[in-house]
């Protein structure tokens, strides 16, 4: 299979200030499952059907990072998150386009980061898919409070977004939904949760780095960073 890589200027970093951010990026109306996971073991990443790997000048500051689940155990914070949402109401099935969602994901773009967004957008970014995509609602009696996309995988899940209602941040809702994503990779017997990218420096995405043993690919080389000084 070939595949025709194009080297491309995507403007304005969106997790750093005053940097710009390159990748190397391919389209593909479908892409085997296989295929894709070697490439996000590589570091790709996929958005609508678009697949890309960071390739920022003078900056390796976004690390792919994946997380182990067999050996994944509940941090006491977490464990407090989980039980807090437990009168929520989850299920997945194959992405599709309801109204319902895509409601709550604009109204959570323009609350969250000030993005506003069309139907189109909504399309090209998570309801069109080159591979095997699954949406994860949260429902809290009738009403839905969170959505999440992932990817399914011969040997892992990706998370591609997750979207909420900003009303019920105190749930935590982004940790409270890297679990529930852990559980169903388990129930699944999936080896790997792929989290797409940490960045130190970027607080949003220090949570991530709370979920362990998770490994980070450094220099095309997926690390454990609690024994890499070992």
């Known amino acids: 299979m070939e595949l025709e890589i194009f080297e491309a200027n995507n403007g304005n970093c969106p997790y750093l200030d005053a940097r710009q951010w390159y990748s190397y990026t391919f389209k593909s109306e479908k892409l085997e499952p296989t295929v894709y996971e070697t490439l996000l073991a590589q570091g790709f990443r996929r958005s609508g059907k678009f697949f890309y790997k960071n390739n920022c000048p003078g900056c390796a500051e976004c690390v792919a990072i994946r997380l182990v689940v067999k ?23 194959p992405v599709k386009f309801d109204h319902e969602s895509y409601d709550l994901y604009q109204r959570y773009s323009v609350q969250k980061h000030g993005t506003d967004t069309t139907e189109k957008n909504y399309w090209d ?17 009738h009403k839905l409070i969170g959505v999440g996309w992932l990817d399914v995988l011969p040997r892992s899940l990706s998370s591609v977004y997750f979207a909420y209602d900003l009303e019920f941040s105190k749930r935590r809702l982004g940790v409270f939904s890297v679990l529930k994503e852990i559980e169903l990779a388990k129930e699944l017997k999936l080896s790997y949760l792929h989290l ?20 980070l ?7 454990n960073p609690d024994f890499a000084g070992n």
């Open 196 to 215: 797409g990218f940490w960045v130190n420096d970027c607080k949003a995405m220090n949570y991530k780095f709370q979920f362990k043993p998770h490994e």
């Open 217 to 223: 690919l450094i220099n095309d080389i997926w690390i």
């Open 125 to 141: 970014f998570l309801v069109n898919s080159a591979v095997e995509t699954i949406m994860m609602r949260y429902y809290l009696g």
């Open 71 to 93: 050996d994944f155990a509940m941090s006491k914070s977490q464990r407090r998150t989980w039980n807090k949402n437990q009168d929520l109401t989850v299920s997945w099935h």
